[in-house]
């Protein structure tokens, strides 16, 4: 079951790529080249969330760049400091169907908190993927080699529910 539960990253990164685009234009100031949040606060990008997962931890020099919420799908998107590295932390309802393509990619089960879960390593693309399905969601972290897999671990076990 904790194999079905792995984002389609791998399988469609064409999709994955349009929306990193979608969100990054939303962002980028063309004419300077610098990334602006055009006044918006953390609060304001999540606005009026009823229920959501938000970390408590992130690495170092991480901070958000974008969340949105499509139906009962909610993406956040960290960028580091140098705008080089994104993680993104994405929800979905607990009966969605995902995927993943296993060609190039190491897969490991693992732990987090009590809920078994799946890291993945696409050796092609240099994308991890950490899944793991909650009573209520299933949650992944999606991000590049940059950041070890503790790290992963860590963001995950800190994530709180919200609920307003």
């Given at each position: 079951?904790?194999?079905c ?8 990164p064409?999709?994955?790529?349009a929306?990193?685009t ?12 610098s ?7 953390e ?5 009026n969330w ?11 020099g ?19 400091n140098n705008?080089?590295h ?10 969605s ?6 060609n ?5 089960n693992?732990?987090i ?7 993945s390593t ?11 399905a909650?009573d209520k ?9 940059s ?5 992963y ?12």
């Amino acid at each position: 079951m904790i194999a079905c539960i792995v984002s389609a990253n791998f399988i469609f990164p064409e999709s994955v790529n349009a929306f990193r685009t979608r969100i990054l234009d939303m962002f980028f100031n063309e004419n300077s080249g610098s990334v602006s949040l055009r006044g918006e606060t953390e609060a304001d990008m999540i606005g009026n969330w009823n229920e959501y997962y938000y970390p408590q931890y992130i690495p170092e020099g991480y901070k958000l760049l974008g969340a949105e919420k499509m139906g009962e799908r909610i993406v956040m998107v960290f960028v580091s400091n140098n705008r080089e590295h994104e993680l993104k932390i994405e929800e979905l309802p607990i009966n969605s169907n995902v995927s993943i393509d296993t060609n190039y990619t190491n897969i490991k089960n693992v732990k987090i908190n009590s809920y078994e879960g799946v890291l993945s390593t696409n050796e092609e693309y240099g994308n991890i993927i950490l899944s793991w399905a909650t009573d209520k969601k299933i949650l992944s972290i999606h991000g590049d080699v940059s950041i070890e897999n503790n790290e992963y671990i860590k963001i995950a076990e800190n994530l709180n529910y919200i609920e307003r």
